[in-house]
């Protein structure tokens, strides 16, 4: 038995006649009456008396019409639930971002989230650029928001924002007084980096290096916590991106200065390979409209 002739069973028994219920199928009168057969001959026995204009149902093919209604009427609604739940996100959705972006972002999404989609469970992970993309390869994250990613042909990339490189030291550091500095005026200064795997300090060292200027870095450090307690004692400098900083110099904790030509850009990284879901297409509007908003309160630079 399948459902097409519960189907045909039902119009015919509703109009009393296989021509007028083949005529409402649209199928020929010979299919309906052979997958009629094959239903009596299935169940073992009669469902329709045939009499001279048409036919009728015997008592036994009553009983059927009333229990495939009730069948057919729960497939039907089943269908329209999956219809509707397809197009509900649910299930695991994580995104990975760099510690800065991630202090900015992470609070914010998980409100929308918790408010307005709470059959999705939500990894919200820090993570540096090079960690990320191998979650990424192999399935692990759903989404990475990665800082000027070398070409991959297993991930697809959305352009985000670019943002400025600050020299960040003591709010009354009179060299971070200047309105920006140049990179060349970086290589006297003692400075706090994070290590050389990280994405951010090979973007600062090779724009340093084509300068002419070697970076004198004392000390490699990958906590944002103990970071800001360093700058504070004056002894040391860091190079950080605003979104790292944006609090302190907005209440002039930190001081801050642009470095001319430095800058970084985000983007959201997914990998091509991995099967969406109705989740992680919501997290990827999600998060590309927070970074909008983002780009204008840290004060980045769109690209044009």
């Keep these: 038995m399948d459902l097409r002739q519960f189907r045909y069973f039902i119009h015919a028994a509703r109009r009393q006649n296989f021509r007028r219920a083949s005529e409402d199928l649209r199928v020929a009168q010979s299919a309906l009456t052979r997958q009629i057969q094959y239903l009596e001959q299935e169940l073992g026995f009669l469902l329709f008396d045939r009499v001279k204009r048409g036919v009728r149902l015997t008592a036994a093919g009553q009983r059927l019409l009333e229990r495939s209604q009730y069948i057919l009427g729960e497939v039907d609604r089943l269908k329209e639930t999956l219809q509707i739940e397809a ?15 991630g202090r900015l ?13 709470p059959k999705v469970t939500l990894s919200l992970l820090e993570g540096w650029t090079s960690n990320a993309m191998g979650q990424l390869r192999r399935g692990e994250l759903s989404l990475a928001i990665v800082t000027d990613p070398p070409p991959d042909p297993l991930l697809e990339y959305t352009h985000l924002f670019t943002e400025s490189i600050y020299l960040v030291g003591r709010p009354d550091d009179p060299c971070l007084k200047k309105r920006s500095l140049e990179v060349r005026s970086l290589a006297d200064l003692p400075l706090v980096m994070t290590s050389k795997t990280n994405r951010s300090r090979q973007l ?27 700058l504070l004692s004056g002894r040391i400098y860091g190079l950080l991106p605003y979104s790292s900083i944006y609090h302190g110099a907005q ?10 030509g430095l800058a970084m850009t985000r983007y959201l990284a997914k990998s091509r390979n991995e099967v969406s879901s109705v989740a992680r297409e919501t997290l990827e509007k999600a998060v590309i409209g ?12 769109e690209r044009r």
């Design 204 to 230: 600062i060292e090779n724009s340093a290096a084509r300068e002419g200027a070697r970076l004198n870095v004392r000390l490699e450090l990958e906590s944002p916590e103990t970071l800001q307690h360093l």
């Design 290 to 301: 927070e970074m909008r908003e983002l780009s204008k309160r840290v004060g980045v630079r």
């Design 105 to 117: 972002l992470f609070a914010r999404l998980a409100q929308t989230f918790l408010k307005s989609y």
């Design 87 to 101: 197009h509900v996100p649910s299930g695991p959705a994580s995104l990975a971002a760099p510690p800065s972006i």
């Design 251 to 260: 209440i002039r904790r930190l001081g801050a200065v642009p470095i001319r």
